[in-house]
């Protein structure tokens, strides 16, 4: 399959327009052919229209319809074969093993999806039959259920070419809600971009799914995607970024005539407690887990342990010895892009020139971008002078690691208040330690959307029970997932249907539950 | 028990001020005693600090011991008894029939939502089980469930003062979940405010629960309501009012460090369409419902039927006809207080100006506000001038209806698309009608929360599947409703725990059941 560089639109290509940007290899700095031609503003309207008109028919096609569909994608983006993997790793510098298998986790999600809406029980259908003869008044008969809200725009993440892009998890839990689809394509993988949104445009046409139900644009985030998230036609945004982008969508969602949720996952520290038991018992296996938990995909996770909490004691000293012998001994690794990489050497860079701040690991690579390596870092400061310093708390993107260490467990229980909200916290505790500091469990639970004992946050299970989230500023929207079956519920409402006519119902709500799905009926 | 006209803070009440007001009697225009007083940014304080320390505690009750607390207020409301009628009609003009029918509706939502926790069902309790092997990683154990956000603040409306006020749907549901509230009072009935805010400090102290878990504040909403909702110490807002009220407060909601949801429902004109075949078929029954739904509580519903979509032909006249006939003979009756009084008036003294819509009842009544009568009236204009000038699909709040006379399909479907989110869309159709007219239905469920069939929207029931909702502007959150068991959903955000020690997970997710609740177990 040739690829094209013109954004799609439903079942056909834009045209080529005056602008491009080519895709390049961050292993080399060299550009890859061929150029990606920008959306223009027409191209944006159309694609938005489009969506709109097709809303109407996709979000009336049977849950079956819209399952065969998701499976048909996953069917259809595992027929790319070598092609993909090839310009995938190209594009990130990403290793061939963890593009196979970041391909292996959209595929499952795509088929998790598609299990879901095809069990039908995820859609919340409630039944309160009339009572005609209650007094003082007779009680209608009053049915609801959640229905997609409309198009949907999504912003492709970066570090997360397949899985949280084109084809991620924002995309397949719309998609499966009944929203139709347009996605903003991440400017360092457009050549991912296409071949995965070719793929989703062969499973639309094959599985009878209406033009539009799915768009990709090329274009800057400024320009295209500031206008699709103003568009009148859209009811909701899913991103996964940085600070800077999300809370940039979140102002033009809130300032619309009509505001729209966006569900904006903009990452964090993901603090990780290690109680001194705990650290006695296990030095070897915390600090070969933390080595690897902070080092995995050159650190580009959004769930990396940026901030490790660690009591300043002699076997606190031992573990922080023992991490800092592996960082030291970890070879750079190509980061994702030239944007990544600068913002991740400004960042140690500020760390090193921080005088409350030790460098242990410098982490210092190569200045330019050609290629661009990524050096482990590991710095250490105290809990006071954390306290002190806010900078010292925002997110390095990347393999740097901060220890912050801490007296007494006021100290530590400071710390953990001074958090803003974050996807996960950790904890690594023997019982003593959980009985000597339990204080610390409900600070915790207010700041962050998943708790993690005795391991480490990286590594984000797709399951019915994940929570991917957290309190702003982790994400937007504290009350959401973007990663699980969870996840579906950001991209409906509830509509409740009142003294309905039995063939004007959606299935779910039918007498005599034709659908066979766990219902609440009164 | 004598009204003291203090804010209550916790178990104590605050000290006076050197501000006050006094409720009003609609029905006179004349004062009524005692003066209540402002809080100052003081009281303020300690409330939103005092919610924010009892959060730690009071979300850690067991389901069963919040049951508990919302029962015990509905039996202290009910033995308030005849002190609580008294004062509630008197402040708000409605009569003895329609306070005891809302006690009844507020104490049974109180009972409602403590059998919806005594269950545990509603918690989304998740478990996805570990599998140490499967390959190529093990599966950790993942435990999910909704927990409560924090403390919230109420503002409570002025139409129910009752079952939307200070212990109404929004307080119900958030002490549900497991949050401190802080009720603004609306200056239209403080003293039924106070009865019922003293009646669940009484609740929450028999019951044992902590001090904070309510507080009532007196003062204005541009005063004490904004800097409740700019508070760190608050994680949500509860509202019903107007728009202009629910965006200012949607404004300062997102501009604070941490943004927080709000959950605004500001009305809508709840549109109604008579299809022609039903109207030919039921002219007396429909345009007897319409009158009693568009009179019902002087028209002071947020489901208050605003605009009706009527067919220009004969059969339409007729009901028309009849329906004017019933409003004239409706005697005008008090209305809530001055200011939704004045802007009745000047509402339909707009339509009366309006060159392009004939008055059929002109709804005049007393120009000064003692009393506050409020008298029915009937505007009638064209499908086309209605889509020509945005202003007649504006609420006006009362007993004021406009019909809108279509020619034909496409006109009523344009008429259908012109229309901002509402709360309610009704039909009344025959079998024939709904095939004549199949495509509204699509338009409609895009535009409302709840779609009612050969009925009318007034009356909504407090049941498991109702959804008061609707996309903005009538409310600032379309995915939510604030009447019904969903509501409480508002008021919680998911928590995952990984590989947790079961004695620190909760009841809800520990292994074999111990509440026997409803759960997802993979």
């Avoid at 327009?17 to 292993?27: F, L, N, R, Y």
């Avoid at 065969?68 to 259809?76: P, Y």
């Avoid at 949907?152 to 924002?170: E, Q």
């Avoid at 809600?177 to 639309?204: D, F, M, N, W, Y």
Wanted: net charge negative.
């Amino acid at each position: 399959m040739k690829i094209q560089g013109r954004s799609i639109i439903g079942f056909n290509s834009a045209p080529q327009s005056d602008t491009s940007i080519k895709a390049i290899d961050p292993s080399t700095g060299s550009e890859i052919e061929p150029p990606f031609y920008n959306a223009e503003t027409e191209t944006v309207n159309q694609a938005a229209a489009l969506a709109s008109g097709t809303f109407q028919i996709y979000s009336k096609k049977s849950s079956q319809e819209r399952a065969a569909f998701l499976n048909e994608i996953a069917n259809q983006i595992e027929a790319i074969g070598e092609p993909l993997v090839t310009r995938a790793m190209q594009e990130t510098g990403l290793p061939e093993g963890r593009i196979k298998g970041e391909t292996g986790r959209t595929t499952g999600q795509l088929r998790l999806f598609a299990s879901l809406i095809e069990d039908g029980s995820w859609s919340q259908a409630r039944i309160d039959t009339a009572l005609p003869d209650r007094a003082p008044l007779p009680r209608p008969d009053i049915r609801s259920m959640s229905r997609p809200l409309g198009p949907v725009v999504v912003f492709a993440a970066s570090n997360f070419p397949l899985a949280f892009s084109t084809a991620g998890g924002d995309t397949t839990s719309a998609l499966a809600a009944g929203c139709p689809v347009i996605v903003k394509a991440h400017s360092s993988h457009p050549g991912t971009a296409e071949l995965i949104a070719r793929a989703i445009q062969k499973a639309a046409e094959k599985t009878g799914m209406p033009d539009g139900v799915f768009s990709l644009l090329f274009g800057g985030g400024r320009t295209v995607g500031s206008a699709l998230v103003a568009h009148p036609a859209i009811k909701a945004v899913g991103f996964t970024g940085s600070t800077a982008g999300g809370t940039a969508l979140m102002e033009i969602a809130a300032k619309r005539a009509e505001p729209i949720p966006v569900y904006a996952e903009m990452g964090s520290v993901n603090p990780v407690v290690l109680l001194p038991e705990a650290v006695s018992q296990n030095v070897e296996s915390i600090a070969n887990g933390l080595h690897i938990s902070a080092t995995l995909g050159v650190g580009q996770f959004c769930t990396n342990p940026g901030v490790v909490c660690i009591k300043k004691d002699a076997r606190g000293d031992a573990l922080v010895n023992r991490f800092v012998e592996k960082m030291n001994n970890t070879a750079a690794q190509v980061m994702l892009n030239a944007t990544i990489h600068r913002a991740y050497c400004d960042g140690i860079t500020q760390l090193q020139e921080n005088d409350k701040v030790a460098t242990l690991v410098s982490g210092s690579g190569n200045d330019d971008d050609s290629p661009c390596l990524g050096a482990a870092a590991v710095f250490e400061t105290s809990a006071s002078s954390f306290l002190q310093d806010e900078s010292l708390s925002h997110e390095i993107f990347g393999p740097g690691t901060t220890l912050v260490r801490w007296q007494n467990k006021e100290e530590l229980l400071a710390l953990l208040e001074s958090f803003q909200g974050q996807l996960t916290g950790t904890i690594h505790a023997s019982e003593t330690d959980l009985g000597n500091y339990s204080e610390i469990l409900a600070v915790l639970e207010r700041k962050v959307g998943r708790i993690v004992y005795n391991s480490f946050p990286t590594g984000v299970e797709v399951c019915h029970s994940m929570v991917h989230g957290g309190p702003f500023p982790a994400t937007s929207d504290g009350r959401s997932t973007s990663v699980g079956t969870h996840a579906i519920s950001r991209f409906t409402r509830l509509i409740a249907y009142q003294d309905s006519p039995q063939s004007l119902l959606p299935d779910e709500l039918k007498d005599g539950n034709p659908l066979g799905i766990v219902r609440l009926e009164n």
